[in-house]
């Protein structure tokens, strides 16, 4: 029975984590509106590469807890060290404190090295037998099956994620077409960035981006005719040769501003447009330190 309850924390432990990713995975998908610009080998092989990280860690995790038992040690506290820092760190440190196989003494039961004379608690004299010799002969590693999978899930891990970033940095499968119909993706950075869309209002604030980098956000027009798209956009720094650039997409319907240096907020008609979504677009070239607000009113 106590057996049981000992393995009943790993049996709820990992699915948890599994369970975890995959929440994860699935929110992101519905916070993005699935993967629209995107391939869908990069999610595949992100999500493959998940999986397979975390059958590494659960297996050489379970080597470790029974390693830990046959040597007496704490097995649940280093399995937590596998999991939390990870199989490669935690292996390493395992295997350098790695206490090596005891013994019972006879006379009072301290646990003493199996090469032990005499037990360091109590003073009796140890009597090496037969099998105490042949444990010491014994050189093959327990649980060999566990050590196998973890290598393969390794290896498989390191192939997905080597696929997933040899795939986005070539750009196949990773829309960055500023006039498409379907979400940007970049491959660039955009450092402290405030961005928000709020009760129709997209709030986009950015200290600098690499060249390129668009930001957007999906808003509705209701009445074409009526409606104006309202821009208030500074950049506090503008480089020689940069830009700022404002786009709208819906369809086969595409036009670009320059907002680089507005000396007021921009009112811009969206009688071209037709009722629904529309895409609108930032895309950053060198400009900094950039405060926006856009709606469409």
């Not at 994860?24 to 990069?42: A, E, H, N, Q």
Request: hydrophobic fraction near 45%.
């Amino acid at each position: 029975m106590m057996k049981r309850k000992k393995h009943l924390w790993i049996a709820v432990l990992i699915p948890a984590i599994l369970l975890f990713f995959i929440l994860r995975f699935t929110l992101f998908y519905i916070r993005s509106d699935g993967f629209s610009g995107l391939s869908m080998l990069l999610p595949i092989l992100l999500l493959c590469f998940i999986l397979f990280a975390i059958g590494m860690s659960a297996s050489f995790a379970a080597w470790v807890y029974m390693d830990c038992k046959k040597r007496g040690d704490d097995p649940i506290l280093w399995t937590l060290v596998i999991i939390i820092a990870t199989p490669f760190i935690g292996l390493l440190i395992y295997f350098l404190r790695r206490p090596e196989i005891k013994r019972s003494c006879p006379a009072c039961g301290h646990r003493i090295s199996l090469r032990a004379k005499y037990c360091e608690e109590c003073g009796a004299q140890i009597t090496t037998n037969k099998e105490v010799y042949e444990n010491m002969a014994n050189k093959k590693t327990h649980h060999l099956g566990l050590i196998i999978a973890g290598t393969i899930c390794m290896v498989l891990a390191v192939l997905c994620l080597t696929g997933f970033i040899v795939t986005a940095a070539t750009g196949n499968g990773v829309n960055s077409d500023v006039t498409s119909n379907e979400r940007i993706w970049n491959m660039g950075v955009i450092t402290n960035n405030r961005d928000a869309y709020v009760n129709g209002v997209w709030n986009l604030d950015f200290r600098h981006a690499s060249d390129g980098f668009v930001e957007e956000v999906t808003m509705s027009i209701h009445d074409p005719e009526k409606e104006y798209l309202h821009a208030d956009i500074t950049c506090g720094n503008i480089p020689k040769g940069s830009s700022l650039t404002l786009w709208l997409v819906q369809d086969d319907t595409v036009r670009s501003v320059d907002v680089t240096s507005l000396s007021e907020p921009l009112e811009y008609s969206l009688a071209e447009f037709a009722e629904g979504d529309i895409f609108v677009r930032l895309q950053i070239n060198g400009v900094e330190d950039v405060n926006s607000e856009i709606s469409i009113r």
